[in-house]
């Protein structure tokens, strides 16, 4: 089996402990300072219970068009971003700590503010993909919805990350048929199941995709699935399941009242470390960032990248 390993309890987020690194750290800092002086601100087999045989396949719905909403969107104005300025900044950030982050901003409307160089690059979507898996299972419960232990399954794969409720609901409900209907459905490029099947934190995926995806869902929400999705992550917990911190990126402070995030972290799978921030802000921007970088570098200073990113991409797209 593949050496997956996320981070225990012993793990502490930078805002809560000293860096490990304080000269990565200052020189972080320092190349960020000078990117906003710049004008940056200007602008394992797995098996179908009989349950899961009964899902129904005529739930999944057409390919969202390419361009979201844009009868709508093209009466509205699109904000002035500066997006050399902002691209800049990340990857600054991104340099300073030899990482690489894949980062895109959507507007309300589902409208491009801005995309770094790797937002269509695949990466390992660490627990990203729960997203997909409990958004698939939401959608095609019966009008009674899930049992009891199954929704408390899909909200605690949501709020606290739990792997233990998100390897019952891979297994029991096939999670790779799952994530390739929700390819489908919402029209996903870069996202694909895992090659070792039981293995879900290694599916594929972009930063693009993760915002196509939230972009659809904040644009139903009056779709069920949608609606309890969008809850769950705004009731995101400040500790998952297994003890990590997961007050980093939008939900450090950066994203706001009212966020609703979701975040993935792993490590080490081909000697690589993910640590992950994505979701829609309370004035409805969608801000994702996807970090990668050697497993070398500790979680803490991978951590200050994506704080920071986040800190530029959301001021950089007001």
Known sequence: MAPVAVAGPAYRHPRLRALGSGA?????????????????LV??????????????????????????REDVAAALPVRVVDVPAVQGGVAAVAAAATASVGAVVLDPQGRSLLETSDADRPVSSA??????????LLARAGPA?????????LER???VSDDGAMNVLWTTYDGPALVRAAVAQFGLTATAPPAEAGQWGQATTSAS?????LSALAATPGATDAATL?????QAAPTGADGFDQTFGLLSGAGGAGVAAKQGWMCCVDGRRQLHSAGV?????VVVVLAEASAARPWDVVGDVVDRATTVLVEGTR
């Open 209 to 213: 995709d993760v915002a196509r995806f």
């Open 127 to 136: 627990s990203l993909v729960k997203l997909l898996v409990v958004q698939q």
């Open 43 to 68: 602008g394992p087999v797995l098996c179908w219970s009989s349950s899961a045989q009964a899902i129904a396949r005529s739930d999944v719905v057409d390919v969202v068009p390419r361009v979201l």
């Open 145 to 153: 919805g899930w049992d009891a232990a199954t929704a408390r399954r």
């Open 157 to 159: 794969a949501i709020t």
């Open 281 to 285: 802000l309370d004035d409805g921007r």
């Open 230 to 234: 969008l809850t769950w992550m705004r």
């Open 24 to 40: 990565a750290r200052r020189l972080v800092g320092a190349v960020l300072t000078g990117a906003l002086v710049a004008g940056l």
